[in-house]
Nanobody
Framework: QVQLVESGGGLVQAGGSLRLSCAVS????????IDWYRQAPGKQREWVAG???????VYAGSVKGRFTISRDNAKNTVYLQMNSLKPEDTAVYYC????????WGQGTQVTVSS
C-alpha cells in the first residue's frame, strides 16, 4: 500500500518561507513522478508543481520563480521549498502519486498572514 505523509506546514507572514516534505512509502519511489497540489477554502484543488522520476520539473504559473520542487531518492522524499509567500498561497497542500494519480497524502496546512 502506497502511503504519502506531508509535513512542514504552518503559519508564516507574507514574504516568508516554508519547506514542505512528502515522505513516500510502499512504492518504488525512484520510479515515481510526484506532484504537489493545494486547496484553498471554498476553491477547487489545484496543481502546483511536479517532478518526474528523471527529475524533470514543471510549475504552475502562479508559483513559478517562488517555489522549488526537489526529490531525494535515498530518503523517498519530495520537497517543496516555498519562498516569497503570499496570502493567496494559503491552502492545504497535498502530494500525489500513482499511475493514475490515485494516491494522496492527508495534507498539511499552510497559512500566510498579510
Amino acid at each position: 500500500q502506497v502511503q504519502l505523509v506531508e509535513s512542514g506546514g504552518g503559519l508564516v507572514q507574507a514574504g516568508g518561507s516554508l519547506r514542505l516534505s512528502c515522505a513516500v512509502s510502499g512504492s518504488t519511489f525512484s520510479l515515481a513522478g510526484i506532484d504537489w497540489y493545494r486547496q484553498a477554502p471554498g476553491k477547487q484543488r489545484e496543481w502546483v508543481a511536479g517532478i518526474t522520476s528523471s527529475g524533470n520539473i514543471v510549475y504552475a504559473g502562479s508559483v513559478k520563480g517562488r517555489f522549488t520542487i526537489s526529490r531525494d531518492n535515498a530518503k523517498n522524499t519530495v520537497y517543496l521549498q516555498m519562498n516569497s509567500l503570499k496570502p493567496e498561497d494559503t491552502a492545504v497542500y497535498y502530494c500525489n502519486t500513482g499511475t493514475r494519480g490515485q494516491y494522496w497524502g492527508q495534507g498539511t496546512q499552510v497559512t500566510v498572514s498579510s
